[in-house]
Every structure is written in structure tokens, then in C-alpha cells.
């Protein structure tokens, strides 16, 4: 059993897996090349690759659903690729059906013998998939229960794509004894890290343009008193220095403006004066008229597009008396290689800093590999966005919800 909150949840030890039929849930939705229908990163199909070997050793037959974009989207395509990825990683043949839950797809589930796997094509080509609705709803769909009777255990491994409260997430583990996979357990453990009393000082550094979220987390975080410094950079970093009275000059809040974000500087206000703990660059490193150039805080003269050296040097001494440090979004503009520093230099003062470090975000991760920087022990890179996002804003997840009821509907 992990602990989450005030929930319990099953792992894999908590199940007799052991030559079993297993249903598989993961998160293998990848970046694809819009031309060629190519996997541009196969890193979220590898972070799976410990729950499938273990299910492999204990020769239990493996079945694994998993989506990958969305209906209209460039990126919705059959998963024949991330089938191929998946074989190169594991040294194993994965069997793959064009189907998911057709008289093929069942056929080919009952003839899969222990230690094979099969991957079942593009959960999402189900319509039912793309409809949100409360467990019991989603546990009489046609998805789960064309499938559900020829399993004797679901997993959930997919942390991801926890926030949804689709069929193949919340629906089947009011049917089968349920458990957390190897990645969930570890997301969720790192997780709760963040919470933990005795993990303190807490250091969270919050940017990139997701503002809302941002802004959502920066008021759970006050609430509940878990941060002790909140540091801020990109767009949530401008919205919350117009919220302190700093002048960023009328060239940026135009951007905001434009961007739709000046309605949320009064909700930004209102969580300063709650006494959130919001640090706010003291420099930035501006564009003018094409032009790299510096500005202090308080005499922006161009468009911010990262954060200063200063800003750099007093967001390290914070972090460097943290033991726990909370990435989440860039500083700065880093698809531009000149503004990439501030987020470079933020990065490695958290990794030099002895603390428990959690990255969140793709973008973040990207720059730790330019950066050279790799995740050990202390340091946890999660594969979660929307789900980490909502599970720091202090919201419930309705895939771990649905796990931490599965053992009293259905026991193991």
C-alpha cells in the first residue's frame, strides 16, 4: 500500500500477479513528427519499462491500453510505432492488434500466453474514451466491460493522465483488483515528499506562461502553508510584480494584455495579502529591438524574456538552505537560445543544492538534457502535466480516487 493524502492505494504487491491476466494501463502519448508519423521522444514509453519487465518475470500475460493525441489532432495515430519503441527497449517481441476491444482484439487476448505482451491499438479510437463522467458511469461503458471479464487484474501506471475520469482510467477498477504501477509509485512517493512536515524549508520555483495553474497552485500552497518561498519567473512572474505595485513597463503589459492575463492580477493581489511567499525577479534580461539587453525591476525598458543575473544569484541563495526544491516551467522564452540561462543556471544551483529536488513540465526536462544534468536519487523528473499541475493546486486525481476504492468494491 501507498499512502496519498488521506487515501490508501494498492500496489503490485497488494495482487496475485503471478500467471495471471493482466490489464495494463499506461501513458505512452509521445511526440510525432506531423510528416513522417514518427516518435520525436520515446522517454515517457521507457519510464514504463520496469512495470512491464516485472509483469514479464512474474509471467503474467500482459495486455497494455494506452492513447496517444487526440481525434482531429496531427498527433492521433495508431501506436504501431511506440509498439516497435517498446520492443527495442524490453529485447522482447510486444504483439500489437489493430483493435481494441473487437471479436480480433478479444481473440487475440484469450490466445496470449505468460510473459508475452500485447499492446492493444489507440485507445481513443473508442469514443467512449473522450467522454469524462463519474467511476460508476465509466465501469458500465462497452469498453470495460467487453474487457473486463477476460482479466484477473487491472494496473494503473498511467500518472499522467491521472486528472482524467475517462473508462479506461477510472471505469475498470470498479470491476478487477486494482494496483499502482511501478511509475505510479514512484510519482506518487516523490509526491508526497512535497508534503511531507519534516521535508522543510520547501522551495518552490514557478514559471513558464501557464499562469492560471500557477496562480491556482501559488494559492494552495499559501492555504495549506506548505511553501516557504514561492520564486517566480515568465509570464506568472510579470502578472505577480503589477500584483506588488512594480512597474514592468507598458511594452509587457501589452503582452499581457494580449495574452488575456491582466484580469488575474487582482486574484494575485488578494493571495499576497493572504501572506503567500512570493519572491518576484529583482532584473530581467529584455529584448530591444531585436536586441539583448539587461533591466533592473523597476526600469524595464524592453519585452522580458528571462530572468537576470541578480534574480539568478538570490533565487540560489534560497535554494541553497532548502531540502526540498519544486521546479515546475521555465524562467524564461528557452525555445529562443539566448534566453535559456536564467532557467540553465536556476536548474543547476537546485541540483547543487544537497535537497530533494522534483522537475515537472516537459519543457524543464528538455533543458535538463541540454543541460547535461541527469536525475538520481534526490532528484525526481516527473512524467506528469496536467495530473502534477492539479495535484499541487490541491485537487483530487479520479484515477487514484477510483484505485483507493477498488479494494472495497472489488477486493484483490
Do not use: W
Not at 504501477?181 to 512517493?189: A, F, N, Q
Not at 508534503?195 to 524549508?201: G, K, N, Q
Not at 533543458?367 to 485537487?395: I, K, N, W
Amino acid at each position: 500500500m501507498i499512502r496519498v493524502n488521506d487515501m490508501e492505494l494498492p500496489t503490485m504487491e497488494d495482487l496475485e500477479l503471478e500467471g495471471r491476466r493482466v490489464l495494463l494501463r499506461v501513458d505512452f502519448n509521445s511526440p510525432v513528427d506531423r510528416a513522417s508519423g514518427r516518435l520525436l521522444d520515446d522517454s515517457r514509453i521507457k519510464a514504463h519499462v520496469e512495470t512491464i519487465r516485472e509483469l514479464i518475470r512474474k509471467g503474467s500475460s500482459t495486455v497494455i491500453i494506452t492513447h496517444q493525441g487526440r481525434p482531429g489532432d496531427d498527433d492521433f495515430i495508431t501506436l504501431e510505432p511506440h509498439r516497435d519503441a517498446l520492443s527495442r527497449e524490453l529485447g522482447v517481441e510486444v504483439k500489437f492488434i489493430n483493435d481494441i476491444f473487437g471479436p480480433c482484439a478479444l481473440d487475440e487476448i484469450k490466445r496470449l500466453r505468460g510473459g508475452e505482451v500485447l499492446m492493444l491499438d489507440n485507445v481513443r479510437l473508442a469514443s467512449e474514451e473522450l467522454i469524462e463522467a463519474p467511476f460508476e458511469v465509466q465501469s458500465r461503458t462497452i469498453l470495460v466491460n467487453r474487457l473486463y471479464p477476460l482479466f484477473n487484474a487491472y494496473i494503473n501506471d498511467a500518472f499522467a493522465t491521472a486528472h482524467r475520469s475517462q473508462p479506461s482510467l477510472v471505469g475498470f477498477p470498479l470491476k478487477l483488483p486494482s494496483a499502482a504501477g511501478r511509475l505510479m509509485e514512484k510519482e506518487l512517493t516523490a509526491l508526497s515528499r512535497v508534503f511531507d512536515v519534516y521535508e522543510s524549508p520547501k522551495v518552490f520555483v514557478l514559471g513558464g506562461g501557464k499562469v492560471l495553474d500557477s496562480r491556482r497552485i501559488i494559492e494552495n500552497l499559501s492555504k495549506r502553508r506548505i511553501a516557504d518561498r514561492i520564486l517566480l519567473g515568465g509570464l506568472v512572474a510579470e502578472v505577480f510584480a503589477l500584483a506588488k505595485g512594480i512597474n514592468i513597463g507598458d511594452d509587457n503589459k501589452r503582452v499581457l494584455e494580449k495574452l488575456g492575463l491582466l484580469p488575474l492580477i487582482p486574484r494575485a493581489r488578494k493571495a499576497l495579502l493572504a501572506g503567500a511567499p512570493v519572491e518576484v525577479p529583482v532584473d530581467y534580461v529584455v529584448e530591444r529591438e531585436g536586441e539583448v539587453g539587461h533591466a533592473h525591476a523597476f526600469n524595464v525598458n524592453g519585452v522580458i524574456k528571462d530572468i537576470g543575473p541578480e534574480t539568478v544569484n538570490m533565487y540560489s541563495t534560497l535554494m541553497s538552505e532548502a531540502k526540498a526544491i519544486i521546479l515546475r516551467g521555465p524562467m524564461g522564452v528557452i525555445e529562443d537560445e539566448r534566453f535559456r540561462k536564467g532557467t540553465e543556471e536556476v536548474i543547476r544551483s537546485a541540483f547543487g543544492s544537497g535537497s530533494f529536488v522534483l522537475i515537472g513540465g516537459g519543457h524543464l526536462t528538455g533543458m535538463l538534457q541540454m543541460s547535461g544534468l541527469a536525475p538520481s536519487e534526490r532528484v525526481h523528473v516527473s512524467t506528469g502535466g496536467g495530473a502534477l499541475l492539479l495535484y499541487l493546486s490541491g485537487e483530487k486525481l479520479p484515477a487514484l480516487e477510483a484505485l483507493s476504492i477498488s479494494m472495497k468494491v472489488v477486493g484483490k
